[in-house]
């Protein structure tokens, strides 16, 4: 397994902390998580998998990235700041 403090300077949050992340930028948004979940077309039960420990595949990610218009990495990493997800002009 990779050590990515080491690799990057920063620590990977667990999923855990990933579905807490996602349940703020709902609350920020103005949405709830159901509602977000259906708007990116993606399964009722990726939150609570994650809550439960369970990994997000990158497709995932990247349809939850686009959605809150953050980056990847600001879904992924503690301490990154919530910046917007690259054009995809």
Do not use: H
């Not at 995932?60 to 503690?78: E, N, R, T």
């Amino acid at each position: 397994m990779i050590d990515w403090k080491g690799v990057v300077g920063m620590e990977i949050r667990s999923p855990q902390e990933i579905a807490e992340k996602i349940v703020e930028l709902c609350m920020e948004k103005g949405v709830s998580v159901n509602r977000m979940l259906s708007d990116c077309n993606l399964n009722k039960s990726v939150v609570d998998n994650l809550k439960r420990g369970s990994r997000a595949s990158v497709p995932i990610m990247v349809a939850l990235s686009g959605y809150f218009g953050v980056s990847i990495d600001s879904l992924m990493m503690k301490g990154e700041k919530d910046t917007g997800a690259p054009s995809r002009e």
